[in-house]
């Protein structure tokens, strides 16, 4: 997925002064910015996968800060969060972080954490879409093998030999090392410990 030059940001904050000054700091920044006036307003949206970061007050009328996070991790949504308080409070900030928040910033928000901050969330989305990049590309390969080669490539993750894969499957040993050859080709892999890596990522071992 191609990440846009000038990354998306959304600022969901009941108060309008503060969606405004977050958007005019941003958009200075190169930063595009989409705002919303409520959680669910928000929660009513279509999410970009690759916005930076959503700026999301704490404390507003209706859903609160964490009851959006909440529905967000529900939904799968895995945009960084970065909580915005005018109540500095460390039950809050607790709740915040194990919640999965990126940060929790005190207002006034001085502009100089604020872009930090969003830039550490940045970073982090290109690494979740990196990786969601290759495991997507890894669930492909997995895809493309035959019935016979998911049978062998259930075997040789856990640790069969050849001679006892062909006997269970009914097959001539050079021919399991042919299926073998194909499935580390089309894994795009060249050893076993590589191949064992690609099902842990699958899910197919822990």
């Not at 895995?78 to 900030?93: E, K, Y």
């Not at 969330?121 to 990786?131: P, R």
């Not at 493309?144 to 069969?160: H, M």
Request: glycine fraction near 4%; proline fraction near 2%.
């Amino acid at each position: 997925m191609p990440i846009a030059s000038n990354p998306l940001v959304y600022v969901v904050d009941d108060d309008t002064l503060i969606r405004s000054t977050l958007e005019s700091i941003l958009k200075v920044r190169n930063y595009r910015v989409s705002t919303f006036g409520s959680g669910i307003q928000f929660l009513q949206a279509k999410f970009e996968d690759d916005a930076s970061c959503i700026l999301l007050d704490m404390t507003m009328p209706g859903l609160s800060g964490l009851d959006v996070l909440k529905t967000l991790k529900e939904r799968g949504c895995a945009i960084p969060v970065i909580f915005l308080t005018a109540h500095t409070d460390i039950v809050l900030s607790v709740l915040a972080m194990k919640a999965g928040a990126e940060d929790f910033l005190s207002k006034p928000i001085q502009t100089e954490q604020l872009l930090s901050s969003i830039e550490k969330a940045h970073e982090h989305c290109l690494g979740n879409l990196q990786s969601r990049a290759l495991l997507d590309d890894l669930r492909c390969s997995y895809a493309a093998l035959s019935d016979t080669e998911l049978q062998v490539f259930n075997r040789v993750i856990r640790g069969r030999l050849n001679k006892q894969i062909a006997y269970e499957l009914g097959y001539a040993e050079r021919t399991i090392k042919a299926y073998r050859s194909s499935i580390m080709e089309k894994m795009k892999v060249n050893n076993l410990a590589n191949l064992v890596l690609c099902s842990i990522q699958l899910g197919l071992l822990e």
